[in-house]
């Protein structure tokens, strides 16, 4: 039997700046939105431009990291799986989202309090291991 692939890479810029959560284990999960831009001319020779929106989360000690490092406008490599979660609302209405589970992360440009890490040049950033267990947060 085949194996499926289910794999996504983007460049872009945080479009708010990342929220931290606690699943009822303890264990950190931080989310935000990425927006990625492309553009092209189209036949007529006019410059054309689209933006997608990407909702990201990340688990654990990359978590924390987003949190720290992360803001509003930074630009970053984000590299993991779609996953869609779905919920009922408090109006009884099934409400869907498709999220990047990151699982590898490059922070792309200057971090204002890089002089605090140990490392000033590390920018890139692994998942724990366990990124595919999905617990649910408080």
Same mark, same amino acid.
């Given at each position: 039997?085949?194996?499926?692939?289910?794999?996504?890479?983007?460049?872009?810029?945080?479009?708010?700046?990342?929220?931290?959560?606690?699943?009822?284990? +303890?264990?950190? &999960?931080?989310?935000?939105?990425?927006?990625? *831009? !492309?553009? #092209?001319?189209?036949?007529? /020779? @006019? $410059?054309?431009?689209?933006?997608?929106?990407?909702?990201?989360?990340?688990?654990?000690?990359?978590?924390?990291?987003?949190?720290?490092?992360?803001?509003? +406008?930074?630009? &970053?490599?984000?590299?993991?799986?779609?996953? *869609? !979660?779905? #919920?009922?609302?408090?109006? /009884? @209405? $099934?409400?869907?989202?498709?999220?990047?589970?990151?699982?590898?992360?490059?922070?792309?440009?200057?971090?204002?309090?890089?002089?605090?890490?140990?490392?000033?040049?590390?920018?890139?950033?692994?998942?724990?291991?366990?990124?595919?267990?999905?617990?649910?947060?408080?």
């Amino acid at each position: 039997m085949a194996r499926g692939l289910n794999k996504v890479m983007i460049i872009g810029r945080l479009g708010r700046e990342p929220e931290m959560r606690f699943t009822s284990g +303890g264990r950190p &999960v931080a989310s935000f939105s990425v927006v990625t *831009t !492309r553009g #092209w001319t189209n036949n007529e /020779g @006019e $410059r054309q431009e689209e933006s997608e929106w990407f909702h990201v989360v990340t688990w654990g000690g990359l978590a924390e990291l987003c949190k720290k490092r992360l803001h509003k +406008g930074s630009q &970053v490599y984000v590299e993991g799986r779609l996953q *869609t !979660r779905c #919920w009922d609302g408090p109006d /009884g @209405e $099934r409400h869907y989202r498709t999220e990047l589970v990151a699982q590898e992360l490059i922070f792309l440009d200057g971090y204002e309090g890089a002089s605090e890490v140990e490392d000033e040049d590390e920018t890139e950033f692994f998942a724990d291991e366990d990124v595919g267990h999905q617990e649910h947060l408080d």
